[in-house]
């Protein structure tokens, strides 16, 4: 069973920074792709950034200069750089992994907490 722990959440003012990280329990070239989505209260959870195996980056518009992802194999770890946040960027931030092996298999991780507030 694949386990993605995420961390790094917290309270920021508005226009600061934070860098979420997502550690896995298996070699991260093993997914397809993976990528960070947020929830924040009352709405549905939605798409923020992913990273390909091949390593192609994409972004949603609302973060797109602001915020970056990366990754580091030999931790396997995945990174969400934040900056410039805003209060609306508040949300629960989950690290989400793709694997295809005969058939699709997705994991998430448990997610940790952002807000943005002064």
Do not use: H
Not at 74 to 83: E, I, S
Request: glycine share 10%.
């Amino acid at each position: 069973q694949v386990q993605l722990v995420e961390s790094g959440g917290g309270l920021v003012q508005p226009g600061g920074s934070l860098t979420l990280s997502c550690a896995a329990s298996r070699n991260i070239v093993s997914f397809t792709v993976m990528g960070w989505y947020r929830q924040a209260p009352g709405k549905q959870r939605e798409y923020v950034a992913t990273i390909t195996r091949g390593g192609t980056l994409s972004y949603a518009d609302s973060v797109k200069g602001r915020f970056t992802i990366s990754r580091d194999n030999a931790k396997n770890t995945v990174y969400l750089q934040m900056n410039t946040l805003k209060p609306e960027d508040t949300a629960v931030y989950y690290c989400k992994a793709v694997s295809f092996v005969y058939q699709e298999y997705t994991y998430w991780g448990q997610g940790t907490q952002v807000t943005v507030s002064s």
